[in-house]
């Protein structure tokens, strides 16, 4: 990385840390960031109970921001949704901004990184309505291969090709379908899936016919620069969503009747 975006990294993150935590929390998030020292911090969020833990320095706090400042997820809903699954959890702050808007609902958080998911532990214990799932949403079942390519906490995904040798750097999860995640859990229906899986979607949209059709809504980031075709796959298999818009990195396509307005 260059000197002028290792810059603009911080500042961006400066920024987001300026607005989102406390001023105690922020000032030991910088004391890690000033001494090079790796910790875990637990702040505290307007809003909610529990607090988030959180590795310092890391892309968390982008997340952190990106989830309770930008407020990402804070879509408009005709009705509370019942089923939720957010695929792409990460370190379960998602899972956890949802949670506080519909108690009510189950909310199925699936993350495949092993240092994510230790943290998305400790996050979502206190929230028994999120069900947290150490896979990879995928095509088919069975063992992958994960990378992490860009280096961040937020980036890691499925090795494309899934049959070659594990690589140095990398490590091995379980994939799961869709449909074997309602097969599973006795779901008949998913009111929103959320999905930002780094270019995985162009696998799971490849063949989507025993699921999709129970789904009502789908707000995807898709990862066309990471992997042309991304977009293609996507928009040819939700041609039947009678509506679509973008917000932000966000897309949305939402049938009839859905929850989501």
């Known amino acids: 990385m260059s000197k002028l975006r290792l810059l603009n990294y911080w500042f961006k993150k400066a920024f987001a840390c300026f607005f989102i935590l406390s001023f105690p929390d922020a000032l030991r998030y910088f004391c890690h960031v000033l001494f090079g020292s790796q910790g875990i911090l637990k702040v505290t969020i ?66 495949p990184a092993e240092d994510n998911i230790r943290i998305a532990k400790e996050n979502v214990a206190p929230y028994p309505n999120i069900i947290l799932l150490q896979k990879a949403l ?24 899934s049959t070659s040798s594990k690589q140095n750097g990398s490590e091995t999860v379980c994939g799961i ?26 696998e799971v949209f490849e063949d989507p016919v025993r699921w999709i059709g129970k789904v009502d809504a789908i707000v995807i980031e898709l990862h066309e620069r990471a992997l042309p075709g991304c977009n293609r796959v996507f928009y040819n298999q939700t041609n039947d969503f009678e509506r679509e818009w973008q917000e932000g990195e966000l897309t949305y396509v939402v049938r009839k009747g859905s929850c989501l307005q």
Not at 55 to 74: G, M, N, T
Not at 138 to 161: F, I, Q, R
Not at 179 to 192: A, C, F, G, K, S
């Open 46 to 111: 307007p809003g909610l109970t529990h607090p988030i833990a959180l590795r310092a320095p890391s892309s968390d706090l982008f997340v952190l921001s990106q989830v309770f400042d930008d407020k990402q997820y804070q879509f408009a809903t005709t009705r509370d949704p019942e089923i939720i699954v957010d695929a792409g959890a990460n370190i379960g702050l998602t899972s956890i901004y949802l949670s506080n808007r519909f108690p009510s609902a189950k909310i199925y958080a699936i993350e």
């Open 138 to 161: 995928w095509k088919t079942s069975g063992p992958l291969n994960l990378c992490n390519p860009a280096g961040e906490n937020w980036t890691y995904c499925v090795d494309h090709d």
């Open 177 to 202: 379908t869709l449909d074997e995640l309602m097969e599973t859990y006795h779901l008949e229906r998913i009111d929103v899936l959320k999905m930002d899986i780094e270019s995985a979607e162009k």
